[in-house]
């Protein structure tokens, strides 16, 4: 069942810009014109998908969102999440999703991050064992403790997002919009955010649309991806079937038990040999990498091996340079 549908929708800003005519006063004209944001999107999300949401800067990512949270308005098409209007009954929404917009933030600047929770338990009126019971979970999953009672403007970027991210979820929507949750964070913060949301999504069944730029983000969370690009999604399926179609190849890394001449196999391609470690390319459209590894062992005694795939950063900075087909 869909709980995110989109048809045909559209965003359009009206700017004004100002003209290099001058009028006969000596003032500048400005000339009005429409940008078009979002541009005949259409897409469902069906309860319980992790979608990641991706595209350069300025592709309608954070427009769409807003949209879907009832913030904008829709200049045309239809939309409904969780069989509601976003706009016109945004209150009864809000009460069913939860929204985390990474630059930034619903906590209180000035109190303590266990006064913003309690604030927020009363704006949505969550009953207090239910609050109790979440706040220890988050508590614990999260490492909130060590600054539970430290103020927002205290904290650090990675404290202040973990914060955001229980205070999102305190209230247990069904929904939860996450608009570059792990913008700016260390190595250790983005992973364990990454490591929440996948537990979330696991044991709560929560549905979960994310835009990000970080493609590790992508990569570790989401089976699924959507790719806008000048307001328009150009790509909606799975992330292993983009990186089949555009990857380019595979390597194999054979680490032998001695060195040896360079491999010979059928259905790869011998890239470098380095004492006993040797490279090998090849597509998983014409071998699996079983059958290659078969082959080779066949060949050779070996020590060790690795797999790398194409990353998926790479695929994508190919789309946007060269298109989709």
């Known amino acids: 069942m869909?709980?995110?549908?989109?048809?045909?929708?559209?965003?359009?800003?009206r700017v004004y810009r100002r003209d290099a005519a001058a009028t006969g006063l000596g003032r500048l004209r400005r000339r009005r014109a429409d940008v078009r944001a979002v541009d005949d999107v259409s897409f469902e999300i069906e309860r319980g998908e992790m979608v990641g949401y991706v595209g350069p800067n300025g592709a309608g990512k954070s427009t769409t969102i807003k949209m879907l949270t009832g913030i904008l308005?829709?200049?045309?098409?239809?939309i409904r999440v969780l069989d509601l209007e976003p706009t016109s009954q945004r209150v009864e929404l809000a009460r069913?999703?939860?929204?985390?917009?990474g630059?930034?933030?619903?906590?209180?600047?000035?109190?303590?991050?266990?006064?913003?929770?309690?604030?927020?338990?009363?704006?949505y009126r969550v009953p207090v064992d239910r609050y109790e019971a979440n706040l220890a979970t988050f508590s614990r999953v999260l490492d909130l403790g060590?600054?539970?009672?430290?103020?927002?403007?205290?904290?650090?970027?990675?404290?202040?997002?973990?914060?955001?991210?229980?205070?999102?979820l305190l209230h247990d929507p069904e929904i939860l919009?996450?608009?570059?949750?792990?913008?700016g964070l260390d190595v250790i913060?983005?992973?364990?955010?990454?490591?929440?949301?996948?537990?979330?999504?696991?044991?709560?069944?929560?549905?979960?649309?994310?835009?990000?730029?970080d493609m590790d983000d992508i990569e570790q969370l989401c089976r699924r991806m959507l790719i806008i690009d000048h307001g328009r999604v150009i790509y909606d399926g799975e992330l292993e079937a983009l990186k089949r179609r555009l990857g380019g190849e595979s390597l194999l890394i054979v680490d032998l038990a001695e060195a040896a001449p360079a491999l010979a196999i059928e259905g790869a391609k011998l890239i470098n040999v380095d004492?006993?470690?040797?490279?090998?390319?090849?597509?998983?459209?014409?071998?699996?990498?079983?059958?290659?590894?078969?082959?080779?062992?066949?060949?050779?005694?070996?020590?060790?091996?690795?797999?790398?795939?194409?990353?998926?950063?790479?695929?994508?900075?190919?789309?946007?340079?060269?298109?989709?087909s």
């Open 275 to 324: 004492g006993p470690r040797q490279w090998l390319s090849f597509r998983r459209d014409d071998i699996t990498a079983a059958a290659l590894i078969a082959r080779v062992t066949a060949e050779v005694e070996i020590r060790d091996l690795a797999i790398e795939d194409p990353a998926i950063e790479d695929v994508i900075r190919r789309i946007y340079r060269e298109g989709l």
């Open 2 to 13: 869909a709980v995110i549908s989109l048809s045909q929708l559209e965003k359009v800003f």
């Open 146 to 168: 060590e600054f539970i009672e430290t103020p927002v403007r205290q904290l650090s970027l990675g404290q202040r997002m973990r914060g955001d991210l229980a205070a999102a």
């Open 177 to 183: 919009f996450l608009d570059e949750p792990t913008i």
């Open 73 to 78: 308005v829709p200049s045309a098409g239809r």
């Open 103 to 123: 630059q930034r933030t619903q906590l209180w600047w000035d109190l303590p991050l266990r006064d913003s929770f309690e604030l927020l338990r009363h704006i």
């Open 189 to 213: 913060a983005k992973a364990r955010i990454r490591e929440f949301l996948a537990d979330v999504n696991r044991e709560r069944g929560t549905t979960v649309l994310l835009t990000t730029h």
């Open 96 to 101: 069913r999703i939860g929204v985390v917009f």
